[in-house]
């Protein structure tokens, strides 16, 4: 776990964890450095869709950042089975955001349609038309 500390968010209206990302060990010029980042360990439903007040950055990339992070929120993420479009395999994948899943085993950001449940479970219900 990341050590984390409670911040004030003021799109919440309440207290919130927040942690910041450790560096990666081998930063090379492909990739671009991603540690140092503030993430909330508290980003839930409340804030989908929303641009951060805390981080500057909107709430998927929160939760990509934390999931990369190996951190959870501290409600938990809610899961999906997908078929992973990076390895193939079916993942029981962390869902970011209604369109979004990332699979724990290749690290890809899935963009899968989802719809949730009664009782908070999601459903992958297909992919999203490719824009082009
Ligand atoms: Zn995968």
Known sequence: MLESE??????????????????????????VPD??????????EACEG???PLSGKSTLMMGVRLARAGEEPV???PHVDVICEGCGA???MEV???????????????SVMLI????GTYRA???PRPDT
């Open 96 to 110: 970011l955001d209604g369109t979004h899943a990332f699979c724990p085993r290749c690290k890809t950001t899935n």
């Open 116 to 119: 949730k449940m009664a009782g």
């Open 6 to 31: 409670v911040a004030y968010c003021p799109h919440c209206k309440k207290d919130i964890h927040v942690a910041v990302t450790p560096a990666p060990e081998h930063a090379t010029h492909a990739n």
């Open 50 to 52: 929303i641009v951060c």
């Open 75 to 77: 409600e938990g993420w």
């Open 90 to 92: 079916k993942e029981s």
């Open 35 to 44: 540690g140092g980042q503030l993430v909330c360990l508290d980003v839930g």
């Open 125 to 127: 219900v297909g992919r």
